[in-house]
């Protein structure tokens, strides 16, 4: 039997774990034969194929990115995308896809299931952790470490000179990294796009901290917005990037804390370092298990799965519910963490 | 009210950042006072205390160990221990007790309760990860993420001489670390106490590696014991190490190793270094957590109980149940990550 | 005998480890009794001490920042600073001072003992290693090391996407922390101060490295400037900022890579990251010798010197000289490095 | 001009850091061809080469390890070695041999040019640090860091428990990582192979440590032996071990520990941990200008040269001269360490 691999999207650590799994137990176990697809769905669209057996997984695991590539690459928004996608795999030889991405790639492996019968296995990968269907994604866990590291890094500075330090960490929708590394940084406020924040409260946080202890540092998802959002457009600073870049909230909110409270603020923003590098032992530990057990599903002929963490099990489920919500971050967690504010 | 804090058993990464998070939502939610008793149940036993309050749990969080510090004292092996705990908390006018510690600390805190109704909650904590009430325990993430980053270093060193390098990490009835530490670093043989390991297979597995790629690494837990018992025993060198050290079972397999393979192994003893130094980002989350919740236990009246964790969710369960049976691998798991071996 | 001890300036790791060694040795083997200053010259300034003795630097060695406080505060803008100074260590009975800082640190100590015989010893301390008189100051291989690994995670993506990545870094006039932090992360283009940089040739190296292999890091030291200096105030997206930010070089030169290009660029400014944080071993051990060799000094009456790194020595330099020259890069160390760029 | 690349001896982070400034100057700027020798001299004494060009060394810069393996074979031992080598590499074409290692391997080369003229230039290598004619060797640093962290993980546990926690280090005949891991990580006591070392006096460190404050720590050299060399060999579990190890003077320093304070002892072996892994920034900077400065020699026909460091300056220094000696550490050096004994 004949196997496709697929990683698409954003990268994110534990990719090239998966795709160890996956191959080493098919080949060891089942005896599969698998085809390598370059640069996610673009792969399959134009028959761009890389050479996947054992020795090409071999000291990959501790790697971070993808061997096989990665892309954005939306086959729904070309003419006759899935129809070439299906050619291509028939052509190839390919029985059954493991499609390892977010919401947009295995969006596209159900409508490839749906229309044309491909038999299709998902392996979840969001850096931003905001899948419903599983307890956690890999990747999430290194790029937690990496902000944490550098929150502990900045109270150093916050203890030695009397600056508030602005972190802007990722997280467009969800704000699972800046909660989980602000907790574990004792950040001093955090904020996500879950909820609008207030700036007189932030500034209140700010001061109470100041007087507490030394200076604040204060965590700020990159998607997070301020309860009045026009705030945001009015500031000429901001309008001036032109089109919206990674440091934008930060950078803002860093000169509105100036502004109202006088206490000088810096901003770090740090962007890719997050979701680059080798991956944490989590990480690994929960990118191998989903790749076992995605092509387990294969094996057990069980398609239109994806496979997910609950509590320690690896449990499948079905794509189209997986991908169905997004997971946001629960009013009651935000407000359970809040006991570490100001 | 006044809330006893202590913490008993081996140190752990994360026992300060429990201690923080009941301190903190103690005093500033529910106005407790706290008293903090010094070294495990040593502290109770003489009246020994030590003060706890916001300014004594400031910038803790990221350090390993726990500033009330720890001991193995068991007043149950003391004449009157019970009692003289029970009259000392009287005495210092402590009304509810958090106990974080494993097994034997939490077991004093239910005879406590059971013979005297002293009210308290239990906050579980093994770096072993072998308490069965929960998915995890804090200080097992940051011990795993340690003996990971040994075994990659390992790698180098394997890829450029022909030696097999063992090895030795914590895990005395469990082979959790040995299994998550072994599998994220890409080890080629797993050895855990769950499963009594042949000499013979594990020389195999080292040889077939040696062919298909460069030299194998073995992970084996500190607990681990080859079929045959007595091997053990008989070799001198173990034997004469008087009482029986954490280096025992490393040390003792590259020995069998190179004897019958004829390669030259060498090992490694990672020792306390995995039980050492700044939690990591999963732990500190996980610790926090488990703080907030014991001190909510402590707020509703929930005694008896201790907090765990299942999925992304901290639940209360019986003490008495929670450490009734050691969490040991299952012998699927084992399996499962078999694929790699060799 | 009683010694002043203080740290001025910016905060940089080695900062305690320097406190620690002076005081151990001055106590231990001189018999010396030390009053700590608070917050640099703001210290003696005010008569604002702290206790200093071996109880107070136990465990401070790993630790980033200074117990001691520290300022930028200039008592040579004050009216009378200088004398107050000299009054106040009198009525304190201080015979000596220790001053560990940078170039404007170490001049008000150069004033001091020149106007009023204050007998002085210098430490130097720059993050960004630009004082002439030392091989090395601490501080700088910890921040060299920081910025390396976050280049070093950045390449994961550089190779997954199609992105420019852009790295700014400390380094206002004197580019060695980039091009340190750049060669070992293997950058493809760095750019210091020293050398002002042509936008055309930046993009030409971008392009060259397209092509030969995935996509560039390029690291700028945040005192870098372009060749035709205008082109920066005429950005409009700068002149937003108000009052220059860190963030500023980084961000524009990004644009300048799109704009030009057409390949999408981001960045990331690393910024206090850098100085915070456990110092690297290195400067634990440059800091302490630095302390342990400055306490010598007092000991042997050689007052007005500096100490400082030749080789694996060492020596003691005269202050004044020590200060009065930048230690810039050298044009032909840039250009030994340049066989990467592109 | 074709020139040859091989690495000898154990193994040491930063080879492959030379290997890459060697290959990427040589063909940019020189337009060499290289041919690289597989495992030291095994290669030009079998005639077993890889092919080294540009893209041979991408991506290596960051990895341990060497690219072109090493191993310890040694052509003075084996008959007509040295004309043997002389003839592949004429056979080869190749005109001059860039030679990275130790002690033995530069020997090699010495004789080689002596004997039969063929043109070598030598790059020091000893993760031990112990060569005279440069200040530092790369993968020292990166040892020490490794040790240091280690040691500061330990301090958590020594803080926690009073157990005496012995750590040994490499360092056979030299005691460089010890002093400045020892150092960096506030050991207590550090014991080297320059100077044999007086059970009694380690203990009374340890009982006034105890005094003092938490468990000490003990930094031993593999190399250091105590005063009366007798002891190890009459005590049994040492020399069971058959032939020596590298945990012996630190278990057996445990032991006597235990036996004559009556506190509890632990060890750890870092073993082959220390040389692994990913190279610090500082010893990717300085392997890389050795490469970058090897080169040069080839390109100025300055033969018999080897690369060194002096103060920031990468000097030229004769290879016989260079290899006569051992560094080990100077007396007062030590003693200068000592005050933060006990």
Same mark, same amino acid.
């Given at each position: 039997?004949?196997?496709?691999?697929?990683?698409?999207?954003?990268?994110?650590?534990?990719?090239?774990?998966?795709?160890?799994?996956?191959?080493?137990?098919?080949?060891?176990?089942?005896?599969?034969?698998?085809?390598?697809?370059?640069?996610?769905?673009?792969?399959?669209?134009?028959?761009?194929?890389?050479?996947?057996?054992?020795?090409?997984?071999?000291?990959?695991?501790?790697?971070?990115?993808?061997?096989?590539?990665?892309?954005?690459?939306?086959?729904?928004?070309?003419?006759? #995308?899935?129809?070439?996608?299906?050619?291509? +795999? %028939?052509?190839?030889?390919?029985?059954? !896809? @493991?499609?390892?991405?977010?919401? $947009?790639?295995?969006?596209?492996?159900?409508?490839?299931?749906?229309?044309?019968?491909?038999?299709?296995?998902?392996?979840?990968?969001?850096?931003?952790?905001?899948?419903?269907?599983?307890?956690?994604?890999?990747?999430?866990?290194?790029?937690?470490?990496?902000?944490?590291?550098?929150?502990?890094?900045?109270?150093?500075?916050?203890?030695?000179?009397?600056?508030?330090?602005?972190?802007?960490?990722?997280?467009?929708?969800? #704000?699972?990294?800046?909660?989980?590394?602000? +907790? %574990?940084?004792?950040?001093?406020?955090? !904020? @996500?796009?879950?909820?609008?924040? $207030?700036?007189?409260?932030?500034?209140?946080?700010?001061?109470?901290?100041?007087?507490?202890?030394?200076?604040?540092?204060?965590?700020?998802?990159?998607?997070?917005?301020?309860?009045?959002?026009?705030?945001?457009?009015?500031?000429?600073?901001?309008?001036?990037?032109?089109?919206?870049?990674?440091?934008?909230?930060?950078?803002?909110?860093?000169?509105?804390?100036?502004?109202?409270?006088?206490?000088?603020?810096?901003?770090?923003?740090?962007?890719?370092?997050?979701?680059?590098?080798?991956?944490?032992?989590?990480?690994?530990?929960?990118?191998?298990?989903?790749?076992?057990?995605?092509?387990?599903?294969?094996?057990?002929?069980?398609?239109?799965?994806?496979?997910?963490?609950?509590?320690?099990?690896?449990?499948?489920?079905?794509?189209?519910?997986?991908?169905?919500?997004?997971?946001?971050?629960?009013?009651?967690?935000?407000?359970?963490?809040?006991?570490?504010?100001?």
């Amino acid at each position: 039997m004949k196997v496709g691999v697929l990683t698409g999207g954003g990268d994110c650590p534990g990719l090239n774990a998966v795709i160890r799994a996956v191959v080493r137990k098919g080949v060891q176990e089942y005896g599969y034969d698998f085809t390598g697809f370059r640069d996610g769905w673009r792969g399959p669209l134009e028959g761009d194929t890389v050479p996947l057996d054992i020795p090409a997984v071999r000291g990959i695991l501790p790697r971070g990115g993808t061997v096989l590539g990665s892309s954005r690459t939306n086959p729904l928004k070309q003419r006759d #995308g899935i129809r070439r996608i299906k050619d291509n +795999l %028939a052509a190839l030889g390919v029985e059954a !896809l @493991i499609t390892i991405g977010g919401e $947009d790639t295995l969006g596209v492996a159900t409508r490839l299931a749906d229309e044309y019968g491909v038999p299709c296995v998902g392996v979840p990968k969001t850096i931003d952790n905001d899948l419903s269907a599983t307890d956690y994604t890999f990747g999430f866990d290194t790029a937690v470490g990496i902000a944490t590291e550098a929150i502990d890094r900045l109270h150093t500075t916050a203890e030695s000179h009397m600056r508030v330090l602005v972190v802007e960490v990722m997280g467009r929708h969800a #704000g699972w990294i800046a909660l989980h590394s602000g +907790l %574990a940084g004792g950040a001093n406020v955090i !904020l @996500i796009p879950e909820q609008r924040f $207030d700036v007189e409260q932030v500034c209140s946080w700010v001061t109470s901290r100041f007087r507490a202890s030394y200076a604040p540092i204060v965590v700020v998802a990159e998607g997070a917005m301020p309860r009045d959002g026009d705030m945001v457009l009015k500031d000429e600073s901001l309008d001036s990037y032109g089109h919206v870049r990674l440091s934008g909230v930060g950078e803002w909110l860093a000169k509105q804390i100036e502004k109202r409270t006088g206490n000088e603020a810096r901003t770090t923003v740090l962007g890719h370092v997050q979701r680059g590098g080798t991956p944490s032992a989590f990480d690994r530990w929960l990118a191998t298990r989903f790749g076992l057990h995605a092509v387990d599903c294969v094996h057990d002929g069980d398609f239109g799965k994806m496979v997910a963490l609950r509590g320690t099990d690896i449990v499948r489920v079905p794509i189209a519910e997986a991908t169905a919500r997004l997971k946001t971050v629960d009013p009651a967690l935000y407000e359970e963490v809040g006991v570490f504010f100001g």
